[in-house]
């Protein structure tokens, strides 16, 4: 099933295609193929004359390859765009091809951008009036989606904040902390790669003379928009490290606490040891060997010798 779009009084309307017959009557400005099997490219290979090449969303497509123009006009750009869920968020590629004023768009999901556009073209009347207004537009739309992405971070971060900087962290809240800022680093770095490819393509419309003034100054919005995103995303880096590090320095606290139970009890134990040792030697000539007070002396001295380095342990503080 193709997702075809007509203008019609400054309105976008959207048809689903399901045969070569019901294309023909049809004058698109936007031909949108998610997951295409061979028989819809065949329909377009039919009715349109153009090819769709079996890699068109292949993610290892050579840098290269992603913004070009044919000799018959054809302007070819491959882009990234994000999917942002609570699962896995990703970056899903998606090709574009104008042809004849029809833009031809290849991916292999439903996008949130794409439907957002959708939405805005079908209430706001004149919003689209040809096929680089529909890249224009999707391209804009993903930088304000980026940008909510972006709102969402600081609001994770916020909450990861407050569990960070409360008096006590155990082992256990470290961990779900450490969890949670991965997920946004990760998230981060994938609308940083998101808004990256949005400016080259977008860079590219300019330097392809496709543009009239009214899209060269939108494209030009667009790219400020980005730049302001980039300093968003480094902030949220820099914040992010800042998280990981006092984390990290809370678990190290934590660890160190352990180590000092157990090397305060290490010495502890030493002065008995020592005694326990003197009275273990085999020498003939000992006077307490032949008191019947000697071994409860011994114990008695073996216990005040672990009592006494815990008290002065604890007034100094060393316990704590």
């Known amino acids: ?71 018959n006009g054809e302007l070819h750009i491959r882009s990234d765009f994000l999917i942002d869920d609570d699962v896995t968020p990703r970056n899903v590629r998606v090709a574009f091809i104008v042809r004849n004023n029809v833009l031809f768009s290849i991916h292999g999901e439903d996008l949130p951008v794409f439907r957002l556009l959708r939405l805005r073209a079908r209430r706001i009347p004149a919003l689209i009036e040809d096929a680089k207004d529909v890249l224009l537009k999707l391209y804009d739309a993903d930088a304000e989606y980026s940008a909510d992405a972006l709102e969402g971070i600081y609001d994770s971060l916020e909450k990861v904040s407050a569990s960070v900087l409360k008096k006590d962290v155990n082992d256990a809240e470290a961990g779900e902390v450490l969890a949670a800022i991965a997920r946004e680093e990760d998230l981060n770095g994938r609308i940083r790669r998101n808004v990256m490819d949005t400016r080259r393509a977008v860079s590219f419309m300019m330097r392809s003379r496709m543009l009239n003034a009214e899209q060269f100054e939108e494209s030009r919005q667009i790219l400020r928009d980005i730049d302001s995103l980039d300093s968003h995303t480094a902030f949220l880096f820099d914040k992010i490290n800042f998280l990981m590090d006092a984390t990290v320095g809370f678990i190290n606290i934590n660890q160190n606490k352990i180590i000092k139970i157990f090397s305060v009890a290490s010495v502890a134990l030493l002065p008995p040891t020592l005694i326990a040792s003197i009275y273990g030697m085999n020498f003939k000539y000992m006077p307490e060997l032949d008191q019947a007070w000697g071994y409860p002396f011994a114990l008695v001295l073996m216990l005040c010798s672990v009592a006494a380095p815990f008290i002065y342990f604890r007034r100094k503080g060393w316990l704590r």
């Open 1 to 71: 099933m193709l997702n075809v779009f007509s203008l019609a009084n400054g309105r976008l309307f959207q048809e689903e295609i399901e045969s070569l017959d019901a294309l023909a009557h049809v004058q698109p400005v936007w031909v949108d193929l998610e997951d295409p099997t061979v028989e819809e490219k065949g329909w377009i290979e039919n009715h349109f004359g153009l090819i769709i090449p079996a890699d068109a969303v292949d993610d290892d497509l050579e840098e290269s390859a992603r913004f070009y123009e044919e000799d």
